[in-house]
């Protein structure tokens, strides 16, 4: 049953010092703003409605300097959700394939840190991991949206030193 207590309110001043830091590691590291590909490799969609959360206004993705875009060819982060099946495998490498450098790759999800609640399936060949290099792992079933948020904060700090 969904929790009836509304959200706790997001304190302004830990929003203006998480913007700032991303801001000045996106800066640092990039020159501009974060450029996310959601790839789906066979989930079943539970890390996509978490996902969609972040760009709502509750948490308002935007605003930390991170976008989703509609092209690998344009992003420099690819987030992967689902266990890697065999359909997709050769749709997750050309989109790696496609990305510029610098790039990097985002497992969100059990699913895709290791093929979840569908590892061992003759459908599945596993995480992300196994067709891609992965940087970033975001484990949860599904995870939450702060939670996918944080790790994109992680990364991007992390490579900005």
């Not at 978490?50 to 420099?76: C, I, K, M």
């Amino acid at each position: 049953m969904p929790n009836p207590d509304p959200p706790e309110p997001i304190d302004p001043e830990t929003t203006a010092t998480l913007a700032a830091r991303l801001e000045a590691a996106s800066q640092a590291h990039l020159g501009r703003a974060l450029a996310i590909r959601h790839i789906n490799t066979g989930s079943c969609n539970g890390c996509e409605l978490e996902l969609r959360a972040l760009q709502n206004t509750f948490y308002d993705l935007e605003r930390f300097g991170l976008r989703f875009v509609e092209s690998p060819r344009q992003a420099d982060v690819l987030l992967v959700t689902g266990p890697l099946t065999r359909n997709l495998k050769v749709a997750l490498e050309q989109a790696w394939d496609s990305a510029p450098e610098p790039k990097w790759v985002v497992s969100v999800g059990d699913c895709a840190v290791d093929g979840g609640v569908f590892k061992g399936s003759y459908a599945v060949l596993g995480g992300t991991g196994n067709c891609v290099p992965v940087d970033l792992t975001v484990g949860g079933c599904p995870p939450t949206p702060a939670r996918v948020l944080a790790a994109l904060r992680t990364l991007l700090e992390a490579n900005a030193k």
